[in-house]
Nanobody, 121 residues
């Protein structure tokens, strides 16, 4: 079972990026998929989560109105569209899969390797 996140990069403040997370090894259509991020010397924190069907979504207050989480179960892929990026969004972004829409990392069973997002001012 693997989760592979990609799409990170360097962008100027106000710009946009779309992260993708491709799952392989089994079908994740029943799993909650989440995005977390971790800045240097800081804890890994919740960014967004989406239910298996895609009908329920949850966002951290810091990204509401700027980030959009979505998924394509036919492709076993979850996305994070990040708009109006700010320097404080700079972090390594991780995707994860779990049974419930909790905001704590320990609630997620599978993790991908992160992808770096750097926002310059």
């Amino acid at each position: 079972v693997q989760l592979q996140a990609y799409g990170g990069g360097l962008v100027q403040a106000g710009g946009s990026l779309r992260l993708s997370c491709a799952a392989s090894g089994r079908t994740f259509s029943s799993d909650v998929m989440g995005w977390f991020r971790q800045a240097p010397e800081k804890e890994r924190i919740f960014v967004a989560a989406i239910s298996g069907s895609g009908t329920r979504k949850k966002y951290a207050d810091s990204v509401k109105g700027r980030f959009i989480i979505s998924r394509d179960n036919a492709k076993n892929t979850v996305y994070l569209q990040m708009n109006n990026l700010k320097p404080e969004d700079t972090a390594v972004y991780y995707c994860a899969a779990g049974p419930s829409m909790y905001e704590t990392p320990v609630a997620y069973d599978y993790w991908g390797h992160g992808t770096q997002v750097t926002v310059s001012s």
